[in-house]
């Protein structure tokens, strides 16, 4: 059995760019992540101590966006590295960062990066 615990769509205002203006004014972003993890006891039990808490993943993901970086790869590779430090038992996962408005001339509704481990 495979199971997945999937936050989408977590809005943040947040000071990522390369160029000063976008880490002084910010900047909208969206981020979904589905993780790997094996909650099958919280199936039965109905326990929150056998999956998961999703305010935890949530909260983590929160603090990384909160840390100014020049790149979205970096931030990315921030929340991968902390999530597996901090629940060891995700196996894997898919993480999804966009930049909602990118600074680029012409039409453009988002610039992502996708991470897949």
């Not at 160029?19 to 992540?33: I, K, P, T, W």
């Not at 919280?42 to 101590?49: E, K, R, T």
């Not at 993943?57 to 430090?85: D, T």
Request: proline share 4%; with cysteine.
């Amino acid at each position: 059995m495979n199971t997945f615990i999937e936050l989408n769509q977590m809005r943040f205002y947040a000071y990522h760019g390369v160029a000063a203006q976008e880490r002084r004014v910010g900047n909208d972003y969206e981020v979904s992540l589905r993780v790997s993890f094996p909650f099958e006891q919280a199936m039965v039990s109905d326990n929150l101590d056998d999956t998961l808490n999703y305010a935890a993943l949530y909260a983590l993901v929160a603090a990384e966006m909160a840390r100014p970086s020049a790149l979205l790869e970096h931030v990315a590779g921030r929340i991968c590295r902390a999530l597996s430090e901090r629940f060891p038992a995700i196996t894997g996962g898919l993480l999804r960062v966009a930049k909602l408005t990118p600074p680029i001339s012409g039409e453009i509704g988002e610039a992502v990066v996708v991470v897949e481990w």
